[in-house]
């Protein structure tokens, strides 16, 4: 499938990698942490100006090449009851818990063509050798037991195979 299928695609990506990567699948975790959303994350997610969320930084690695990077806004009013777990999920994949959640609930996913005037660029590229020109990405909110939190995947130069 082309680089927009991917992109559209509404189901899990986690799963979709697994299934495409034919080698070891994993998570690797960059960092995760209280912080302030990006400006336009805070807009999506409708914060207050300067409230602080759980910020988690990740890769989906196959056989150890970074395929995706995935940043994730956990508003803190959002970590309560069954959802405290997303707190914890170490280096298990997001994707996996959500989409097996079934109060889970998608919002529209927005695509965007990323450069290294973004400051989700830099991010995403830092652990690259060779950065790219530009690359893709997509983002939607969640919600869990209608509680909100932001997903941002960035589909690097590794995947490119798949694409």
């Known amino acids: 499938m082309d680089r927009l299928g991917w992109l559209l695609d509404t189901e899990s990506l986690t799963h979709r990698v697994r299934q495409a990567c034919g080698g070891r699948f994993r998570v690797r975790v ?18 207050r100006h300067g409230e602080r969320c759980l910020v988690r ?12 990077f995935a940043r994730t806004i956990i508003p803190a009013t959002t970590l309560s009851g069954p959802q405290l777990r997303l707190a914890r999920l170490g280096t298990r994949p997001l994707g996996a818990v959500l989409f097996a959640d079934p109060s889970m609930r998608r919002g529209a996913v927005q695509i965007a063509a990323i450069t290294a005037r973004h400051g989700m660029f830099a991010r995403a590229t830092r652990e690259l050798q060779q950065r790219p020109a530009q690359i893709w990405g997509r983002r939607s909110v969640f919600r869990v037991g209608d509680k909100p ?5 960035i589909f690097l130069p590794g995947l490119g195979k798949c694409l």
């Open 30 to 47: 960059l960092s995760q942490g209280w912080g302030r959303p990006l400006c336009s994350e805070a807009r999506v997610l409708r914060l």
């Open 57 to 68: 930084e990740v890769q989906l690695l196959c056989d150890e090449r970074p395929w995706v």
């Open 149 to 153: 939190l932001l997903v941002s995947e």
